[in-house]
């Protein structure tokens, strides 16, 4: 059988996106700048995994985690330009699923 040779970015992209739970924060942060309990309380996720997930988004480069000097304290997580430029890709998997599945 011959090996298929896949790009290598394109295999990092999808074993990025296709992690449990990474897609669905992406999708929920195209609303734009959200506080951590506001992503945590849109989708049955604990938020020990859901902290892993931002930090792997933030250091990707994808996701912008702003702490704000208020009392309480205010940190809110937003798509940067690289993440926003996932918002096709997202739209049209939304799109494929409302039609096939």
């Known amino acids: 059988m011959k090996e ?9 992209s999808m074993d ?4 449990r739970w990474m897609g669905l924060i992406l999708y929920q942060l195209l609303d734009g700048p959200q506080r951590f309990n ?6 049955p996720i604990s938020g020990r995994l859901l902290s ?7 250091k990707e480069g994808i996701v912008e985690r702003h702490v704000y000097t208020e009392v309480p304290v205010r940190v809110e997580y937003t798509l940067t330009e690289k993440g926003q430029g ?6 049209e998997i939304e799109n494929w699923s409302k039609r096939w599945l």
């Open 86 to 91: 996932l918002k096709g890709a997202i739209d």
């Open 52 to 58: 892993e997930r931002l930090k792997e988004l933030e």
């Open 38 to 43: 506001e992503i945590e309380s849109s989708m």
């Open 16 to 19: 990025l996106i296709g992690k």
């Open 4 to 12: 298929s040779a896949l790009c290598p970015r394109l295999a990092k």
